[in-house]
Structure formats: structure tokens, C-alpha cells
């Protein structure tokens, strides 16, 4: 059952007034990596209390665990008791703004450019995640049409920085925040317009290495010739992590990826794809290729396969070059596992492999730092289907089922927490929007026929749930 066209109305007329909310709310520098002032995350969460309250939820709470950044809880009960519930998740902490000098509008500064787009930190991720719902939800609460269920929100302020409190928090409030589905609002869409559902998030898996050869730097010249660096020889040893076209040549390292179905395949080659577009929004250079992966598709490559990469290298910088033999140099090697796949199990092949018969014979150590496994769900059920009808309802257009290629650590937890109820992965960020990164924006109109999504999604959950 969709929404009345009075609350589709009442959003469209105060889709300004959200927009301001959301440039006023993405004024505020939350960032909560470490180095940033956490003041700005008090201040954005009681900005989103204030949000909330303001649209109508009762018992807006900013709450707070030892060492973490604060959350902000509300909720409103439906006048029907008999109704279902819904939880609602989003995140008001940002990534910290990157290259300043980059940023072709002030990154704290939101700024509608000619494109239609509204760019700043944080806008799309995910600050629009959160302002879609409030919207609404406040349609909802103002046409004097009862709430089609009871909807509780949680806005948590280190999701950025890795969730690490995250299940603690949940445990914590259990009770208060017990749903029958969650709507975690914070993921993407295949592209502008096509409203989708994140099925599966790959992991991640990332293994420090260090390479030593000298006991410390040498005069390259007195020296160089029979001496060897570190340097030359952890190029040499990360150039055997792929083959000559880039694909990943670490054995074993995808031997647990879960096999697909043909149902599964087909869905995935079923998806729009457009080659020269996803070039385009990748920024490939000239000529550049793609690196192809035989017998899988691209978006199985992207989503459901994994894939390494070298993600930070450190040996000498060029401002304190010296016409020197390094005798140490570093590496992050990252690599995004497949959803299902045994991040331990992973890690341990890459260790092996880079310090099995090093360049040179060099000292290698090699350490995981990271190991998170990746998620899938069925998205299939009443939940999926009503989540299916209302995005099409407020796109205008089927939705898709996809994959994502990264990684949100909270998803496996809260699903595990919240007792395994279904959860709907959506959000706002499109192939343009460049999240994490410079420029990031959001597409309006989308962030629009969101807000209508999310009002047919309460009416569509409560019939579906119910029955
Ligand atoms: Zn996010």
C-alpha cells in the first residue's frame, strides 16, 4: 500500500526547508577520525536531535558511551499498537575533508552547483541518509493520518571511523531499540536514478609489510652497485601480488569465495552496465584498461570477488631526499574480500605469500591489521518486496538488487544484535557522487523521490509484516 499523495504533497512543499537542514547540518565539521575536534560531533549530534524533534519523533535522546562519539536515539509509537516496528540507522560523522585545495566549493560550505548537485562533506554520506526519513517521517506526522507503524532512529557518530562501539551500544539499549526490520540508510545505487538494495558488502583484509635490507642508509654512491635497497625490493615484492594485467596472483586467495548460482549470475549480467560510463566515474586516464578478471562479470568482479591493492608506500619522501640507499621501506597492502570468505584465512595467504623467498633475500615482516569479514543476505521476503515497492513507488522506476565492493563493518553485528531481522540496505550514493572523497555531492532530485520512497516504505513494511 503506497502513501497518500497529500504526505507525497506536504514533502514536496517542504523540500526547501529540508535542503536547509541538510546545508545547515552539513556546516558542521563532524569528523571523527582522530585529529579532528570531537566538539564538532557533539554539536552535529545535537543538530540531528534537533532535526528529529522537530519533525515530530518523541523521546530524542543524545546518548553516550565511554569513549565513543554520541549517538542520537528518538522514536515514535504508531496511535495502532498492534503495528510492527522499524529501525531506522544513520550516521552523522564524516570523513575528514581530504585535499582542501582540491575542493572546488568550501568541503564545510554545501554549495548547489549547475549540475543539480549539492556538494560538501558528509552531504550524501550520509547526512542525506538521514534527512531522507526525517522528511518523511515529519509528512507523516503532520497530516494527522496515524503512523502506519512505530519507527525508532539511532544516528551514530564513529561509523566512519569503524562502528567500534557500535554492538556494545546496541546491546546496551537493546530493548529500546528492538525492531522487526531495520532500514540501515547509508549504501548506493547502481546509478542516479535507479533506486536499489544492498544485498552483500565485500570485507576487508589489510597486511602491513615491512622490508629491511641495511641495518641503516647509505651514500648511494660510495655505495650503490653491489649494496641493494628496500625500497627497489618491496617494489619488487608487490609487483608479484598481481599478474601482468593487474589481476590478483596471491595462490589460494580467493579459494573460499562461495560459488553462484546460475539464478544468482544472471541476475548480475541482467544489470545495466555501461562500460565507458563506469570509466568515466572511476577517472581512468587515456588509455588506461580495465583490469578483466575471465569468466566473471564486472559487477561479480566488483562485488563478489576479491581484489588487492596497494592502499599506502613508504620509503624515503622527496623532501628529505638524499641520493640515499633506503634501508627500510613499507606497504598497506588492502584487499577486499568476498562476501563469505574467511578474512583470517585470507590474511594468513597474503603473509605467506610476500614472505615467502623475498627480493634479495630482505627481512619481511607482515602483520594483519585489519581483518572484516564481508556480508550477504536473501534479499528476498515480505520485508525485501515492500522495500522494492516503495523504492519504485518513489523513484518512478523499478528497483535493482545489488552488491557492494566495500565494506560497512556494523552491518553483520546489528543484524546479529537486532536478534537476525530483515535489513534493508539503501542509501543515496551514486557512481558521480565521489563519497570519502573531494567534491563529494548528492543528486537532489534523487535525495527527493528518497524522501517519497521512505514514505511509501512505512505503509508497504506494515502490510507486509503484518500479514
Ligand atoms: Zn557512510
Not at 549539492?118 to 509528512?139: F, S, T
Not at 536499489?196 to 635490507?213: F, M, W
Request: proline share 8%; net charge negative.
Amino acid at each position: 500500500m503506497p502513501a497518500p499523495q497529500s504526505i507525497l504533497d506536504a514533502i514536496d512543499a517542504r523540500f526547501d526547508d529540508t535542503c536547509d537542514e541538510l546545508v545547515a547540518l552539513s556546516r558542521i565539521p563532524g569528523v571523527s577520525a582522530a585529529g579532528f575536534d570531537p566538539k564538532e560531533l557533539d554539536r552535529s549530534a545535537d543538530a540531528v536531535a534537533t532535526i528529529l524533534g522537530n519533525a515530530g519523533l518523541d523521546e530524542v535522546e543524545v546518548l553516550r558511551i565511554a569513549d565513543a562519539h554520541p549517538y542520537v536515539v528518538a522514536e515514535k509509537r504508531s496511535p495502532n499498537d498492534d503495528v510492527p516496528t522499524a529501525l531506522i540507522y544513520a550516521h552523522h560523522d564524516v570523513q575528514p575533508p581530504g585535499r582542501l585545495e582540491r575542493w572546488e566549493t568550501p568541503a564545510f560550505e554545501p554549495t548547489l552547483r549547475a549540475d543539480g548537485r549539492l556538494y560538501g562533506r558528509g552531504v550524501v554520506d550520509d547526512k542525506a541518509g538521514l534527512m531522507l526519513h526525517a522528511a518523511a517521517l515529519r509528512a507523516w506526522l503532520a497530516s494527522g493520518e496515524p503512523l502506519p507503524m512505530h519507527v525508532k532512529v539511532i544516528v551514530e557518530g564513529e561509523e566512519e571511523i569503524g562502528s567500534g562501539h557500535l554492538a556494545q551500544f546496541l546491546r546496551e539499549h537493546r530493548e529500546r531499540l528492538a525492531a522487526d526490520v531495520l532500514v540501515l540508510s547509508d549504501t548506493q545505487n547502481l546509478d542516479t536514478g535507479i533506486p536499489s538494495l544492498t544485498a552483500s558488502l565485500r570485507g576487508i583484509v589489510q597486511v602491513d609489510v615491512t622490508v629491511r635490507v641495511l641495518d641503516h642508509p647509505l651514500h648511494s654512491g660510495m655505495w650503490g652497485g653491489p649494496v641493494p635497497d628496500a625500497a627497489t625490493a618491496l617494489s619488487r615484492l608487490l609487483g608479484r601480488l598481481v599478474d601482468d594485467a593487474g589481476r590478483p596472483a596471491v595462490p589460494g586467495l580467493d579459494s573460499d569465495v562461495p560459488a553462484l548460482s546460475a539464478a544468482e549470475r544472471s541476475a548480475l549480467a541482467a544489470l545495466p552496465y555501461d562500460e565507458p560510463a563506469f570509466r568515466r566515474d572511476a577517472g581512468l586516464l587515456g588509455h588506461v584498461p580495465l583490469v578483466r578478471e575471465r569468466d566473471f562479470t564486472p559487477y561479480e568482479q566488483l562485488w563478489l570477488r576479491p581484489s588487492i591493492a596497494v592502499t599506502a608506500l613508504e620509503a624515503m619522501p622527496f623532501a628529505t631526499a638524499a641520493n640515499q640507499l633506503v634501508d627500510e621501506a613499507r606497504a598497506r597492502i588492502g584487499v577486499r574480500v568476498a562476501p563469505g570468505q574467511d578474512p583470517a584465512r585470507v590474511a594468513r595467504c597474503v603473509i605467506d605469500f610476500v614472505t615467502h623467498a623475498p627480493p634479495y633475500e630482505a627481512q619481511v615482516e607482515a602483520v594483519a591489521v585489519a581483518e572484516v569479514p564481508g556480508w550477504r543476505t536473501e534479499a528476498e521476503g515480505p520485508a525485501f518486496d515492500a522495500a522494492r515497492r516503495a523504492l519504485a513507488a518513489g523513484f518512478g522506476c523499478d528497483a535493482v538488487t545489488i552488491g557492494c565492493g566495500g565494506t560497512i563493518p556494523f552491518v553483520g553485528p546489528f543484524g546479529e544484535v537486532m536478534g537476525g531481522v530483515p535489513q534493508l540496505l539503501l542509501g543515496l550514493e551514486d557512481p558521480p557522487c565521489n563519497a570519502h572523497g573531494e567534491n563529494e555531492s548528492l543528486d537532489l532530485d534523487d535525495f527527493r523521490k528518497a524522501a517519497h520512497a521512505s514514505a511509501h516504505l512505512l505503509p508497504e513494511l506494515a502490510a507486509a509484516l503484518a500479514g
